[in-house]
Antibody
Framework: VQLLESGGDLVQPGGSLRLSCAAS????????MSWVRQAPGKGLEWVSF???????YYADSLKGRFTISRDNYKNTLYLQLNSLRAEDTAVYYC????????????WGQGTLLTVSS | EIVLTQSPATLSLSPGERATLSCRAS??????LAWYQQKPGQVPRLLMY???NRATGIPPRFSGSGSGTDFTLTISSLEPEDFAVYYC?????????FGQGTRLEIK
């Protein structure tokens, strides 16, 4: 299993960005996927979840600004981030569910988003 | 939102000692609780799922117990590589939540 995130960057407050996660080594379409973030020196914060059928869930504080999606043909997970704030600065991990659930058995190396002017 | 509170925040022990980490949920999560280990500069690793099931490749010195609101991760005899930060996570209800972590440090 490999999860390779990309798209992290330095973005100004109020800006937008799309993160991608290229998955390989498993049948991507069969598994739920999530994004989990970790601000510098802080703990883990769950961001969003998408199941194999495209049903989505979000952290309450992020609803309306972030959108998770997947392309099962490209084996790729996405996270669209809008109206970015300084507090969104974090490493964003792409995480695979152990089946249709949110037991996170594989983690990508993460991509760093910095929101700053 | 289900809040997970881990204690202690920091645990200082020596290799060979027994470690007991606690995770308390603000409401019942049944046994839908997982534990993760994160070493400095590394990504988190799944240790336990559904409260008491060891993930693939996790040594038997790690064990988990509990149900409802109170959970424990026990490391029976600490190895040098076990010193890390440990997080619990619930999947009983949306949104999924993590505890704030327990740092296990060498005494």
């Amino acid at each position: 299993v490999q999860l390779l995130e990309s798209g992290g960057d330095l973005v100004q407050p109020g800006g937008s960005l799309r993160l991608s996660c290229a998955a390989s080594g498993f049948t991507f379409s069969n598994f739920a996927m999530s994004w989990v973030r970790q601000a510098p020196g802080k703990g883990l914060e769950w961001v969003s979840f998408i199941d194999s059928g495209g049903n989505t869930y979000y952290a309450d504080s992020l609803k309306g600004r972030f959108t998770i999606s997947r392309d099962n043909y490209k084996n790729t997970l996405y996270l669209q981030l809008n109206s970015l704030r300084a507090e969104d600065t974090a490493v964003y991990y792409c995480v695979k569910g152990a089946g249709p659930n949110s037991i996170y058995d594989y983690w990508g190396q993460g991509t760093l988003l910095t929101v700053s002017s | 939102e289900i809040v997970l509170t881990q204690s202690p925040a920091t645990l200082s022990l020596s290799p060979g000692e027994r470690a007991t980490l606690s995770c308390r949920a603000s409401q019942s999560v049944s046994t839908y609780l997982a534990w993760y280990q994160q070493k400095p500069g590394q990504v988190p690793r799944l240790l336990m799922y559904d409260a008491s099931n060891r993930a693939t490749g996790i040594p038997p010195r790690f064990s988990g117990s509990g149900s409802g609101t109170d959970f424990t991760l026990t490391i029976s005899s600490l190895e040098p590589e076990d010193f890390a930060v440990y997080y619990c996570q619930q999947r009983r209800d949306w949104p999924i939540t993590f505890g704030q972590g327990t740092r296990l440090e060498i005494k």
